[in-house]
Antibody, heavy 117, light 107 residues
């Protein structure tokens, strides 16, 4: 059974960089796409971006200038960096396994990140 | 971006009821439509992918269908564990967008 777990700081100051890691267990990170999706409090879901195990990426244009997703196949991890954060970036951040057709079948439990000074 | 419009935004129903949720895409997305269920404090769970394919382990009372740019999630007999928020998501083109959600509440 594939499991994903997000980790990282739960509080980030405005203008700083949000960094999260997703650790995949119970299966290899190879062969699939992997994604980050976020949900602001009480709001809907927003796709941030995805990465293939080879390292190719696909980002939401609304966040592209601030987002970097990378992958470490040796550690079975992939990561998210979001720069210049504001309060609008406060959300639960989910990592998810992604099929080539871009549906998300396994999700992490989510990591709440609050942007506040 | 492709806009996904769900209706209704909320509904009240009783156990055993048949429930229908609709998602409309702002342009053609072929069959690239997925449905998720989310309960409070939990991650979304994939129910249906590619419009009508039941994800492994999901009960058969969940059904997905399509008609042009309109997609429907039907729960044939609502169970207590089905009270949740449901989201559609298009996977036809990037950015991959979600509908606003439909909250299914207990009547």
């Amino acid at each position: 059974q594939v499991q994903l777990q997000e980790s990282g700081p739960g509080l980030v100051k405005p203008s700083e960089t949000l960094s999260l890691i997703c650790t995949v267990s119970g299966g290899s990170i190879n062969t699939y796409y992997w994604s980050w999706i976020r949900q602001a409090p009480g709001k809907g879901l927003e796709w941030i971006g995805s990465i293939y195990y080879s390292g190719s990426t696909n980002y939401n244009p609304s966040l592209r200038s601030r987002v970097t997703i990378s992958i470490d196949t040796a550690k079975n991890q992939f990561s998210l960096k979001l720069t210049s954060v504001t309060a609008a970036d406060t959300a639960v951040y989910y990592c998810a396994r992604t099929w080539q057709q871009y549906h998300f079948d396994y999700w992490g439990q989510g990591a709440l990140v609050i942007v506040s000074s | 971006d492709i806009q996904m419009t769900q209706s209704p935004s909320s509904l009240s129903a009783s156990v055993g009821d048949r429930v229908t949720i609709t998602c409309r895409a702002s342009q053609s997305i072929s069959f690239f439509l997925n449905w998720y269920q989310q309960t409070p404090g939990r991650a979304p769970k994939l129910l249906i992918f590619a419009a009508s394919n039941l994800q492994t382990g999901v009960p058969s009372r969940f059904r997905g269908s399509e008609s042009g740019t309109d997609f429907t999630l039907t729960i044939t007999s609502l169970q207590p564990e089905d009270f949740a928020t449901y989201y559609c998501q298009q996977s036809y083109s990037s950015p991959f967008t979600f509908g606003g959600g439909t909250k299914v509440e207990i009547k």
